[in-house]
């Protein structure tokens, strides 16, 4: 197995808007996902069902890509640090970014863990959370 080649290719489905497309093609059946935050979702369909949520949030896609890319074809594992810049429905630009560590299972993806960090929020976003959060204190 080649993964670099792999990631690469599933890659480039995503940057041509064919998420849904990559996801069916390289994640196994029992794929376990991993937010950042420590949130799993365990199987295909419940990541598959996270996926079209978050592209229901997307109002348009301004551009994506990937950055660096490592495999370790003897331990199954491709790491890749990608981009995507967008504004959601609510308005909000943001750009995304994060590094994503697979393990694969013969072609398919069995785990994927996340690191990100949130976009910052505006000034003006960040008042009213801090306002909200004193309202609710009261």
Same mark, same amino acid.
């Given at each position: 197995?080649?993964?670099?080649?792999?990631?690469? &290719?599933?890659?480039?489905?995503? %940057?041509?808007?064919?998420?849904?497309?990559?996801?069916?093609? =390289?994640?196994?059946?029992?794929?376990? @996902?991993?937010? !950042?935050? $420590?949130?799993? *979702? &365990?199987? #295909?369909? !419940?990541? *598959? &069902?996270? @996926?079209?949520?978050?592209?229901?949030?997307? #109002?348009?896609?301004?551009?994506? $890509?990937?950055?660096?890319?490592? !495999?370790?074809?003897?331990?199954?594992?491709?790491?890749?640090?990608?981009?995507?810049?967008?504004?959601? #429905?609510?308005? &909000?630009?943001?750009?995304?970014?994060?590094?994503?560590?697979? #393990?694969?299972? %013969?072609?398919?993806?069995?785990?994927? *863990?996340?690191? =990100?960090?949130?976009?910052?929020?505006?000034? @003006?976003?960040?008042?009213?959370?801090?306002?909200?959060?004193?309202? !609710? *204190?009261?």
């Amino acid at each position: 197995m080649n993964h670099l080649e792999d990631v690469k &290719k599933m890659w480039d489905l995503i %940057g041509h808007g064919k998420l849904l497309e990559a996801f069916d093609k =390289y994640y196994h059946n029992d794929v376990v @996902q991993v937010e !950042a935050s $420590g949130e799993e *979702r &365990k199987g #295909k369909e !419940a990541c *598959r &069902k996270f @996926q079209n949520e978050f592209l229901g949030m997307i #109002k348009e896609v301004h551009g994506s $890509g990937i950055g660096s890319v490592a !495999a370790n074809d003897r331990d199954n594992i491709t790491i890749a640090e990608t981009w995507m810049d967008v504004t959601m #429905k609510d308005g &909000k630009r943001s750009k995304m970014e994060e590094v994503a560590v697979q #393990k694969w299972e %013969g072609d398919k993806i069995i785990h994927e *863990r996340f690191y =990100y960090n949130m976009p910052p929020q505006s000034p @003006q976003a960040e008042l009213e959370t801090q306002s909200s959060g004193q309202r !609710a *204190r009261k």
